[in-house]
Structures are given as structure tokens and as C-alpha cells.
């Protein structure tokens, strides 16, 4: 009897190692990756909000255009103001690629227990060298991406959602640095004054938020 209930306790052990156990961070970042590709394209209405220290931009309406694999499109009236990287979801290239995936940590953002996974390309073809990426594991997408890049410094996202199909954001928030700021060719006088009024101050950072709307996808 004693031997059955050791044995009994040895595979309920096992059986319970295995449901606890958490899915490979390369797994979960492919996962994630397919989950995204189900987007074959979308439209939808922008507010674009910037801040940057010692600079009055208004707020702005945009339309924006996807279309898979990584064709992205942004219309407005007026003149937007967005930094180079971060906005036009550049990081479905880094997931598409080859990687290698390195779990960090599990930690708290915005309410929601998030696993950390750094994920470093192994083609030198991205501009992306390092990403840090923080996965809702139960919903499986993403809270947080941080990104270093080869040209345009770094960037940081934080991500929203409601019930948007297929998970897209509801809003992004990205944090972004200053000197990579890009604007029409026609106005790179205007882009130089403004960087180097920006640099004497000693602004390096700036935010740029998008609330997203009336999604058409697929």
C-alpha cells in the first residue's frame, strides 16, 4: 500500500511539473508572431499626441494603413510629427526573422503580469539589435517593447487594448529620443533648427501617444 501511494505521488508530481511549466520564450514569442500574421490588413482613424519639452505641437488626426507583410502608411492634413522607428510596427520584422529568445523575468506592467524576454536577431539585416519585450502570457500579446536599434537609438512602447479584433491596440505610448525625429524632406531646415534648439536645452526624450479607432481589418 505504502509502495502504490509513493508511486501515486510520483506521477501526480510529474503530471503537475508538466502543466506548471512555462511554455519556452522561444515558443511564446512564435506564438505571438503567428497570432500577429492572422492580420492580413487594416485601416483605421489616429490621434496623435506629442510631447516634447519646449515644443507646442498640436494634436492631430491621421488615417493609418497596414497591409501584410510590413507595408505601413500614415495620411494626414496637416504635418505629423513622429519619430523614425516605433510607430509603424517595425518590430514584425524582428519577429518574423531568426532569433534567439532569452527569458529574464516575470514582472507587474500596468496591472498585468508580464514575462520580460529579450530577443536578439541573428541577421544583420535588421536595424533592430535588441529588443526587450514584455508578453501577456494569458492573452498572448504584448505590454511593453523596448528596442535598440542600429540608427535611430532607442525606443520604448507601452501598449492598450480593448476588444479591437485580433488584439490590436487600442493606443500606444512611445518614448522615443529626440534627434530621430523625422519629418518631409521639405521641411529638414525646419527638422535642423528645431534639433539643435532641442540640444542646447538638453532635451534628449520625447512622447509621442496614438489612440487608435474604427479599425476595417482584413
Excluded: H
Aim: glycine letters at 6%; zero cysteines.
Amino acid at each position: 500500500m505504502m509502495r502504490f501511494i509513493i508511486v501515486l505521488v510520483g506521477i501526480l508530481s510529474f503530471f503537475s511539473s508538466r502543466i506548471n511549466a512555462q511554455k519556452d520564450a522561444g515558443d511564446l514569442v512564435k506564438d505571438l508572431a503567428l497570432k500577429m500574421q492572422l492580420v492580413e490588413k487594416y485601416t483605421a482613424d489616429i490621434l496623435v499626441k506629442i510631447d516634447v519639452e519646449f515644443v507646442n505641437i498640436e494634436e492631430r488626426k491621421a488615417k493609418v494603413f497596414f497591409e501584410k507583410p510590413d507595408k505601413f502608411e500614415i495620411k494626414s492634413t496637416g504635418i505629423l510629427l513622429l519619430p523614425k522607428k516605433g510607430v509603424e510596427m517595425d518590430y514584425l520584422k524582428l519577429f518574423s526573422s531568426e532569433f534567439t529568445a532569452i527569458d529574464e523575468k516575470t514582472e507587474i506592467v500596468s496591472g498585468v503580469q508580464a514575462r520580460l524576454i529579450k530577443i536578439i536577431p541573428m541577421g544583420s539585416e535588421l536595424d533592430i539589435v535588441l529588443a526587450q519585450v514584455w508578453i501577456d502570457e494569458g492573452n498572448l500579446r504584448i505590454v511593453r517593447m523596448k528596442t535598440y536599434t542600429k540608427s535611430s537609438g532607442s525606443y520604448s512602447i507601452d501598449f492598450n487594448y480593448n476588444n479591437n479584433p485580433f488584439d490590436l491596440p487600442a493606443a500606444i505610448r512611445v518614448e522615443f529620443d529626440v534627434k530621430n525625429m523625422s519629418l518631409p524632406s521639405t521641411l529638414t531646415g525646419d527638422l535642423e533648427s528645431l534639433s539643435k534648439k532641442l540640444d542646447s536645452k538638453g532635451v534628449t526624450k520625447g512622447i509621442v501617444s496614438i489612440e487608435y479607432s474604427n479599425y476595417i481589418v482584413n
